[in-house]
């Protein structure tokens, strides 16, 4: 019995540290700490209305078209924090910390983040372009970074112009492998013709339909080019 009983807790042990490993892959946990209340600005191109403001996402409701999110929130994201060489990093004291947040129709998004470490953020949606600060922030001396102000303000200079003094994160990484290409295409087209509509990663402006919009932006982009510029990935990255 002895010998079972430490077969049984042996194999819980197992399961327990197996489990634990995944949770840590698969769902970034958020940074330690907080009391620094941090404000980001950054534009979507897919759902830039001009004027240094964004439409809001919008979902079907039964028939009716409602605002995906409450208050004046335009969409949701990831926001992560990644330490400087490491990034991308899974495992270890250097992984990368991630949270959910908001940002409104003006390109504000408020977070609660550490009051000291230095990280590089990177912005992560359903359907725009990786996009990370130009350099590492020191969070014991800034609670604020601007996406909005010039092109320079991404890592790699990776911003679309939207207008006078307005840059954006470039729209159309359908699939998210940070490439805007004909695989981001292919399930735009796909859902069109199956008349998809509402809150999903095809609806490029957000608007709660597909048509030539959402098809337009990522071809614009495709033509360019249009690839993520982020710090190397680090090699223990899965
Ligand atoms: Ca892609
Ligand atoms: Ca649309």
């Known amino acids: 019995m002895k010998i079972l009983h430490k077969l049984f807790i042996g194999l819980m042990i197992t ?21 620094n209340i941090f404000v980001l600005r950054f534009f979507l191109q897919g759902f830039y209305a001009g004027d240094e403001t ?14 995906r ?10 926001l992560q924090l990644h330490t400087p060489g490491h990034y991308g990093e899974t495992e270890g004291e250097n992984r990368f910390y991630a949270i959910t947040a908001f940002v409104n129709e003006a390109g504000f998004s408020v977070v609660n983040l550490p009051t000291e470490g230095s990280y590089y953020l990177a912005i992560k949606t359903r359907n725009h372009l990786e996009t990370v600060t130009a350099v590492p922030v020191n969070l014991a001396s800034n609670s604020s970074y601007d996406f909005t102000t010039s ?39 796909l859902e069109l013709r199956s008349h998809t509509k509402g809150y999903v990663a095809e609806d490029i402006t957000g608007d709660g339909y597909l048509d030539g919009h959402d098809l337009t932006l990522v071809v614009l982009n495709l033509r360019k080019g249009i690839e993520r510029s982020t710090p190397a990935y680090s090699k223990s990255c899965r």
Not at 24 to 32: E, G, R, T, V, Y
């Open 151 to 189: 092109a320079e303000q991404g890592y790699g200079a990776n911003l679309v112009k939207l207008g006078a003094g307005a840059f954006g994160l470039y729209a159309g990484d359908v699939n998210q492998d940070g490439y805007i290409d004909g695989l981001d295409l292919t399930p735009i087209i």
């Open 54 to 67: 964004m439409r809001k996402a919008q979902w079907f409701d039964g028939e009716e078209l409602r605002d």
């Open 15 to 35: 399961f327990l540290v197996i489990a634990a490993g995944l949770v840590l892959a698969d769902n970034p946990p958020p940074p330690p700490g907080g009391g």
């Open 69 to 78: 999110f409450a208050a004046d929130y335009v969409e949701q994201y990831i």
